[in-house]
Nanobody, 116 residues
Framework: QVQLVESGGGLVQPGGSLRLSCAAP????????MGWYRRAPGKQRELVTT???????NYADSVKGRFTISRDNAKNTVYLQMNSLKPEDTGVYYC??????????WGQGTLVTVSL
């Protein structure tokens, strides 16, 4: 089964920064949007941010001004720069790619822990 490959999670203190990466294999054709979701402990998965192939972005209110999504279309890779991290940003972060033909491909998830 095709999956996205995520990296960059870890433990960071409040106020710190992390950068997540997500690479889509070349076998996925027609990707028009990629993004990040997260699941905090005991909560449902929620949207963090998305970016289209034309670089239109969308952010959850809780991360606006702190997180930045960017994309390298040539590499089918998306990045999430997370600054001023808060304990409530803790969770498993999942990458998603949407492609033509109603195709959705997820990553395995990467854990981000914000704690002293």
């Amino acid at each position: 089964q095709v999956q996205l490959v995520e990296s960059g999670g870890g433990l960071v203190q409040p106020g710190g920064s992390l950068r997540l990466s997500c690479a889509a294999p070349g076998s996925i054709f027609g990707i028009y949007a990629m993004g990040w979701y997260r699941r905090a402990p005991g909560k449902q998965r929620e949207l963090v941010t998305t970016i289209t192939s034309g670089s239109t972005t969308n952010y959850a209110d809780s991360v606006k001004g702190r997180f930045t999504i960017s994309r390298d279309n040539a590499k089918n890779t998306v990045y999430l720069q997370m600054n001023s991290l808060k304990p409530e940003d803790t969770g498993v972060y999942y990458c998603l790619a949407r492609a033509t033909g109603n195709v959705e491909v997820w990553g395995q998830g990467t854990l981000v822990t914000v704690s002293l």
